[in-house]
């Protein structure tokens, strides 16, 4: 089996109307060249096996959170990216998808969203399952999409996020 799951991250605490436009370009930089420089470094392997799995991590922020501009631009031009990978792969057997996780329960969300802080209930009153997602969670959306199983899917976000993102474009 031939694939890769690009999963990189940085965001930034800002207001649209403060964006640094030289953090902004970092911002992009880091979230989205990595997955396409690795996934060009795959791809001739996946041509020769006619199979390949791209899964690329983006966010629930992607349907709009106050304060994650810079980063939710990013994971939305991610998002695009793996559309037009799915579209011009296909005919390749390579699939392309991407997984949009919604708050989970991590040590880093946790040492920025303490039990008990603000923080943590504003999160949660915008998932309606009332509770946080699990690493595991995520994982499992992923080794599925990498499973033969998922091989008439490509194209598509999978949002892996209690609900989150029902209601919202």
């Known amino acids: 089996m031939v694939g890769i799951v690009n999963n990189v991250g940085l965001a930034r605490h800002e207001r649209v109307d403060t964006i640094d436009p030289a953090v902004f370009a970092m911002v992009m930089?880091?979230?989205?060249?990595?997955?396409?420089?690795?996934?060009?470094?795959?791809?001739?392997?996946?041509?020769?096996?006619?199979?390949?799995?791209?899964?690329?991590?983006?966010?629930?922020?992607?349907?709009?959170?106050?304060?994650?501009?810079?980063?939710?631009?990013?994971?939305?031009?991610?998002?695009?990216?793996?559309?037009?990978?799915?579209?011009?792969?296909?005919?390749?057997?390579i699939t392309a998808n991407a997984?949009?996780?919604?708050?989970?329960?991590?040590?880093?969300?946790?040492?920025?969203?303490?039990?008990?802080s603000e923080g943590e209930a504003r999160y949660l009153s915008r998932v309606p399952m009332r509770r946080f997602g699990h690493p595991s969670e995520v994982a499992a959306a992923i080794a599925f999409l990498a499973t033969n199983a998922a091989a008439f899917i490509t194209g598509q976000t999978l949002f892996v996020d209690g609900g989150a993102s029902l209601g919202t474009l």
Do not use: C, H, W
Request: no cysteine.
């Open 29 to 93: 930089d880091l979230n989205v060249r990595p997955a396409l420089q690795l996934t060009l470094a795959l791809l001739p392997g996946m041509r020769a096996a006619r199979f390949g799995r791209i899964i690329n991590i983006t966010s629930l922020v992607t349907r709009g959170l106050a304060f994650r501009s810079s980063y939710a631009a990013a994971k939305a031009a991610l998002e695009s990216l793996t559309r037009t990978m799915a579209i011009e792969l296909a005919a390749d057997g």
């Open 99 to 116: 997984v949009a996780p919604g708050p989970t329960e991590t040590e880093l969300f946790r040492s920025n969203n303490p039990q008990g």
